[in-house]
């Protein structure tokens, strides 16, 4: 069975730092394409981030690029979000998604695993 188990989030001022895990269990780990995405109030989800574990190439949004970094740890079969930098329009939950490809995928419609959502605030 397949199961994303996505955690790290919390309260955080402005300007400060989270690391948001997702531990992915039953299935080959360098098969797939992890991505993040989130969903603030109101508002659609959206592709944040995501990682090709065949060569490890990555995609951020433009409204991350230079704040938030992507990796994984093969062993531990997990996928991190490094954020720095945080503001308060990165408040939203944070959702950790699987997709059997080699590629980068940015359409959240087509993962098909997903994890449970953590939730990140950021006050100003």
């Known amino acids: 069975e397949v199961q994303l188990q996505a955690s790290g989030g919390g309260l955080v001022q402005a300007g400060g730092s989270l690391r948001l895990s997702c531990s992915a269990s039953g299935f080959t780990f360098d098969d797939y394409t992890i991505g993040w995405f989130r969903q603030a109030p109101g508002k659609e989800r959206e592709g944040v981030s995501c990682i090709s574990r065949l060569d490890d190439s990555t995609y951020y949004a433009d409204s991350v690029k230079g704040r938030f970094t992507i990796s994984s740890d093969n062993v531990k079969n997990t996928t991190y979000l490094q954020m720095n930098s945080l503001k308060p329009e990165d408040t939203a939950v944070y959702y950790c998604?699987?997709?059997?490809?080699?590629?980068?995928?940015?359409?959240?419609?087509?993962?098909?695993?997903w994890g449970q959502g953590t939730l990140v605030t950021v006050s100003s």
């Open positions: 998604a699987a997709l059997r490809s080699y590629t980068i995928v940015v359409d959240s419609t087509r993962y098909h695993y």
